[in-house]
């Protein structure tokens, strides 16, 4: 029996016998399936090709990213806070060499995670460290495809995790894509964890956001307007998408309001 886990999208399965004959996630037209056709690997496998690295982004956030890259290659971050450290997103990689370095930090109390796409190896993280719980969006929940004790269904339009860390649901990208608001983040000022709920472009003074990436099928204005409405309870300086060069530094709030503006302007 092996966990498989999917080369397109990177989300790890129930154990099985064979390799899957189909990927869900990647069938649905927010992902894509591989058009040299559907394939399978394991952790066992990945060990003899792939490293995972860490690196700081800001004082007490510490990205990790597998390389060579691997699936979607998105760079979770670990959020270091006075009540615990707290994994945003996933990746479908981790050997003893990334647990051991994780541990350095401090471990991981609680893991969440912004939607479907980035659910990846999140039972192995869990189990990798005292079965730390996985926070998911209840709406999301018909898309985990290794269901485990150690999840957490929350409901609610937000969740705080301790007193610096709250999710808050946005909708958008999946019924229940989510980002975290980190109040001790940019020395204070606050930072938001988008995954893709909100996307950091290439002008990293604007944000996008999209139903689909890889099939890039927009948002209506309802949507966008709506995550908007989600996050504008909260202060924040920094959005942090899910890979390396996708960062607004500097004015992160009001940036998300004028790319919201511009968006909504252009689908109408």
Not at 86 to 110: M, P, R
Not at 130 to 154: C, F, K, Q, S, T
Not at 208 to 222: E, G, Q, V, W
Not at 237 to 249: G, I
Request: proline share 5%; aromatic share 10%.
């Amino acid at each position: 029996m092996h966990n498989y886990i999917c080369t397109t999208c990177g989300v790890q399965y129930t154990a099985t016998e064979a390799a899957p004959a189909h990927c869900p996630i990647c069938e649905d037209d927010r992902q894509y399936v591989n058009p040299n056709s559907q394939s399978w690997t394991t952790l066992a496998a990945m060990r003899a090709n792939y490293h995972n690295v860490l690196r700081e982004v800001e004082p007490g956030l510490i990205g990790i990213v597998t390389e060579p890259k691997f699936a979607i290659g998105q760079r979770p971050l670990l959020v270091q806070t006075a009540h615990g450290n707290v994994l945003w997103d996933c990746i479908s990689y981790i050997d003893e060499a990334t647990i051991d370095a994780v541990n350095a930090l401090g471990g991981i109390d609680a893991i969440a995670i912004s939607h479907p796409h980035f659910y990846d190896s999140m039972v192995e993280w869990s189990r990798a460290f005292g079965d730390a719980p996985i926070y998911l969006h209840a709406a999301n929940r018909e898309w985990v495809m290794r269901p485990d004790p150690a999840i957490v269904y929350w409901e609610d339009d937000t969740y705080a995790l301790n007193d610096e860390i709250t999710l808050v649901r946005c909708g958008g990208h999946f019924p229940g894509s989510s980002v975290l608001h980190w109040s001790q983040g940019a020395g204070g000022k606050g930072v938001i964890l988008t995954g893709d709920t909100i996307m950091v472009v290439a002008d990293t003074r604007y944000v996008t956001f999209m139903y689909s990436y890889p099939n890039d099928i927009p948002l209506n204005a309802r949507a966008v307007q709506g995550i908007v409405d989600a996050i504008d309870p909260f202060a924040f300086d920094r959005v942090y998408s899910a890979w390396w060069e996708k960062v607004v530094s500097t004015d992160g709030k009001a940036a998300v309001r004028r790319s919201a503006a511009r968006y909504i302007a252009h689908i109408r």
